[in-house]
């Protein structure tokens, strides 16, 4: 019987680990057969970037992008297959580009979301136009930024409303520090949002279609060290509310491939930081969680390319705000119907089934390649491309450890040398 190909692209920019990790994964697939008995194959190749007539057809059925979000090139070519050709991408290009950390704030107020107190701010340099005297003098409106920040109560964050990585973050105790961080903010747009003091727990949850890990996130700790290995660190209510929220918000933008901030203090669940659609994977960050996260990936490209999934680039809000907007409904009784909204768009059931009857081959194949020589051999690489000549053997053992433990966690004996 004939076969159906499904090719998956990649737009990377310097990431070698996980892609590469990914790429093995995929050409050890095999084949799969769908419900009707036919067979497809799903294979991987690197995009390349170059000029583009907007009438080419792409060869690509899905496309994980990883940077679009710098280079604009591709950006907008991926705006053009997902118009144009309905190619799969996991995280909707329009949302990605618009929906900015003040975004999702936004919509998870209205959905009544424990959002801290976030207040936007003009730039501190205006904008650089010629309309801008006129227009400022005009419509501008004086405004005092202590009293701002009084009304919020130190300490507080300033933060850009659009930002990642940390960039232009700041703790702010006073009115000196607030002043000085204004002053340094120059161009970038800020918030300036309450602190959620004396929490208990960070939790980051990595979501990748309908599979979320959340993760015990230490941010004091070098990049290495940041995610603990730990697994009872939420009440199960907790945890299931930090896993609505992140499947609700992914959801409702369309994010398929997304990490999520949310801090816990007691029962609480704050979310700080939910746009985040290029997520950190890095094998040196990841290390134990790496093998999950690759799985998962694998898993939901061929979800979406075996089964047809179709590209959702509409966005059903309404939907949501119809339960965000109701008074007769707790905050619970909320998340309870956005998750069956979530549940729904990213049809979780059915994931489940494809991934029991389709891709039941899938948990084996991972564990076999972490194994393997191949796999330890990419993390030598990984290691030595990331550290100082002195710090690679420290590091090596630190990862080959950690992974070691997720494979006899999973039934594997790790043979985690070269
Ligand atoms: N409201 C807040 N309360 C406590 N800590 C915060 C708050 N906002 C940010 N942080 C801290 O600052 C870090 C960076 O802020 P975040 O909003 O995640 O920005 P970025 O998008 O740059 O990651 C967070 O990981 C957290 O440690
Ligand atoms: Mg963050």
Redesign the pocket.
Same mark, same amino acid.
């Given at each position: 019987m004939e076969e159906t190909k499904h090719l998956v692209g990649l737009l990377l920019g310097t990431e070698e680990d996980w892609s590469s990790a990914f790429e093995t994964l995929v050409s050890r697939l095999g084949p799969i057969k769908d419900a009707s008995g036919a067979t497809h194959r799903v294979s991987t190749e690197r995009i390349t970037i170059e000029p583009f007539d907007l009438r080419d057809k792409p060869r690509y059925d899905l496309v994980v992008d990883r940077l679009a979000y710098w280079y604009f090139l591709p950006r907008e070519w991926l705006k053009k297959v997902a118009l144009m050709d309905d190619v799969y991408l996991l995280n909707s290009p329009f949302t990605f580009q618009s929906m900015e950390?003040h975004a999702a704030y936004c919509a998870m107020l209205r959905l009544g979301l424990k959002v801290?107190q976030t207040v936007l701010v003009p730039h501190k340099n205006p904008p650089e136009n010629e309309r801008f005297a006129y227009t400022a003098a005009k419509y501008n409106q004086p405004f005092d930024l202590d009293a701002i920040a009084e009304r919020i109560g130190y300490p507080l964050?300033m933060?850009?409303y659009d930002?990642?990585?940390? *960039?232009g973050?700041s703790?702010i105790r006073d009115s000196a520090e607030l002043h000085r961080a204004y002053d340094e903010s120059e161009e970038r747009m800020m918030h300036l949002?309450?602190?959620?003091?004396g929490?208990d727990v960070?939790a980051r949850s990595l979501s990748i279609g309908a599979e979320t890990m959340i993760m015990h996130f230490r941010?004091g700790e070098p990049m290495h060290d940041r995610y603990a290995v730990d697994h009872g660190f939420l009440t199960p209510d907790v945890g299931e509310e930090v896993l609505t929220i992140s499947r609700l918000i992914n959801a409702f933008f369309r994010w398929e491939f997304n990490s999520c901030?949310t801090?816990v203090r007691g029962t609480e669940a704050?979310p *700080?930081?939910y746009a985040?659609a290029s997520p950190d994977v890095a094998l040196t960050s990841l290390h134990y969680y790496f093998p999950w996260a690759m799985s998962a990936l694998l898993k939901w490209c061929a979800f979406c390319v075996v089964t047809g999934r179709e590209p959702r680039l509409d966005l059903d809000t309404r939907r949501y705000f119809e339960i965000g907007d109701r008074d007769d409904l707790a905050y619970e009784e909320k998340l309870a119907a956005y998750r069956e909204l979530a549940d729904e768009y990213f049809e979780v059931d059915r994931y489940r089934e494809f991934c029991d009857s389709r891709l039941a081959h899938v948990d084996e194949l991972v564990l076999d390649w972490i194994i393997s020589a191949d796999f330890d051999r990419l993390l030598v690489r990984t290691v030595r491309s990331t550290y100082p000549a002195h710090e690679q053997e420290r590091f090596l053992g630190h990862f080959r450890g950690l992974i070691g433990q997720w494979v006899s966690e999973h039934g594997g004996t790790a043979t985690l040398s070269e």
């Amino acid at each position: 019987m004939e076969e159906t190909k499904h090719l998956v692209g990649l737009l990377l920019g310097t990431e070698e680990d996980w892609s590469s990790a990914f790429e093995t994964l995929v050409s050890r697939l095999g084949p799969i057969k769908d419900a009707s008995g036919a067979t497809h194959r799903v294979s991987t190749e690197r995009i390349t970037i170059e000029p583009f007539d907007l009438r080419d057809k792409p060869r690509y059925d899905l496309v994980v992008d990883r940077l679009a979000y710098w280079y604009f090139l591709p950006r907008e070519w991926l705006k053009k297959v997902a118009l144009m050709d309905d190619v799969y991408l996991l995280n909707s290009p329009f949302t990605f580009q618009s929906m900015e950390k003040h975004a999702a704030y936004c919509a998870m107020l209205r959905l009544g979301l424990k959002v801290p107190q976030t207040v936007l701010v003009p730039h501190k340099n205006p904008p650089e136009n010629e309309r801008f005297a006129y227009t400022a003098a005009k419509y501008n409106q004086p405004f005092d930024l202590d009293a701002i920040a009084e009304r919020i109560g130190y300490p507080l964050f300033m933060k850009p409303y659009d930002g990642g990585q940390w *960039i232009g973050v700041s703790h702010i105790r006073d009115s000196a520090e607030l002043h000085r961080a204004y002053d340094e903010s120059e161009e970038r747009m800020m918030h300036l949002q309450a602190s959620v003091e004396g929490y208990d727990v960070f939790a980051r949850s990595l979501s990748i279609g309908a599979e979320t890990m959340i993760m015990h996130f230490r941010p004091g700790e070098p990049m290495h060290d940041r995610y603990a290995v730990d697994h009872g660190f939420l009440t199960p209510d907790v945890g299931e509310e930090v896993l609505t929220i992140s499947r609700l918000i992914n959801a409702f933008f369309r994010w398929e491939f997304n990490s999520c901030e949310t801090l816990v203090r007691g029962t609480e669940a704050y979310p *700080i930081d939910y746009a985040n659609a290029s997520p950190d994977v890095a094998l040196t960050s990841l290390h134990y969680y790496f093998p999950w996260a690759m799985s998962a990936l694998l898993k939901w490209c061929a979800f979406c390319v075996v089964t047809g999934r179709e590209p959702r680039l509409d966005l059903d809000t309404r939907r949501y705000f119809e339960i965000g907007d109701r008074d007769d409904l707790a905050y619970e009784e909320k998340l309870a119907a956005y998750r069956e909204l979530a549940d729904e768009y990213f049809e979780v059931d059915r994931y489940r089934e494809f991934c029991d009857s389709r891709l039941a081959h899938v948990d084996e194949l991972v564990l076999d390649w972490i194994i393997s020589a191949d796999f330890d051999r990419l993390l030598v690489r990984t290691v030595r491309s990331t550290y100082p000549a002195h710090e690679q053997e420290r590091f090596l053992g630190h990862f080959r450890g950690l992974i070691g433990q997720w494979v006899s966690e999973h039934g594997g004996t790790a043979t985690l040398s070269e």
